[in-house]
């Protein structure tokens, strides 16, 4: 079962903000692996400050590395919705990893499959796990089935 967790306000603005002005603009980065067409990767811009995070829509896991020895803890904040449906959230939550620079933690997850179904996500630093958002990355939008 997934823990849920209260987005701030203002992370929550964030997210909407650029996961509408992303699928307004069609603009999706993905990589896909040549050896397994079905794997596709959807990652943060690397060496942000506050960490940098990859969602991998072949098995519904987001890994999230800390990039920097500053005492803080890198999380991804994010939302799965359904474009289909008038971009209606289906779950949200966070991944935090809080072992410290250079180490990496994945989360995995279940998110309902579709064409239509979407992952929108942030990476934000804290001190501690309810901590403010710091340094907060651009939002990066991936499709939960692929494509």
């Given at each position: 079962?997934?823990?849920?967790?209260?987005?701030?306000?203002?992370?929550?603005?964030?997210?909407a903000?650029?996961?509408?002005?992303?699928?307004?603009a069609?603009t999706?980065m993905a990589?896909t692996?040549p050896?397994?067409?079905?794997?596709?990767?959807?990652?943060?811009?690397?060496?942000?400050?506050?960490?940098?995070?990859c969602?991998?829509?072949?098995?519904?896991?987001?890994?999230?590395?800390?990039?920097?020895?500053?005492?803080?803890r890198s999380?991804?904040?994010?939302?799965?919705?359904?474009?289909?449906?008038?971009?209606?959230?289906?779950?949200?939550?966070e991944?935090?990893?809080?072992?410290?620079?250079?180490?990496?933690?994945t989360?995995d997850?279940?998110?309902?499959?579709?064409?239509?179904?979407?992952?929108?996500?942030?990476?934000?630093a804290?001190?501690?796990?309810?901590?403010a958002?710091?340094?907060?990355?651009?939002?990066?939008?991936?499709y939960?089935?692929?494509?």
């Open positions: 079962m997934m823990s849920m967790k209260k987005i701030s306000h203002r992370t929550r603005r964030l997210l903000a650029v996961g509408v002005s992303a699928i307004t069609g999706v990589t692996t050896a397994s067409a079905a794997v596709t990767r959807f990652c943060s811009p690397p060496f942000a400050k506050a960490g940098y995070a969602f991998y829509s072949s098995d519904d896991r987001i890994e999230v590395l800390d990039n920097y020895a500053d005492g803080l999380v991804v904040v994010w939302y799965v919705a359904d474009n289909a449906n008038g971009n209606k959230i289906l779950d949200r939550g991944c935090h990893n809080a072992k410290g620079a250079g180490k990496t933690v989360c997850y279940d998110f309902k499959e579709g064409r239509s179904i979407f992952i929108n996500f942030a990476v934000v804290r001190n501690g796990a309810n901590g958002d710091q340094d907060p990355t651009t939002a990066t939008l991936g939960v089935s692929g494509r």
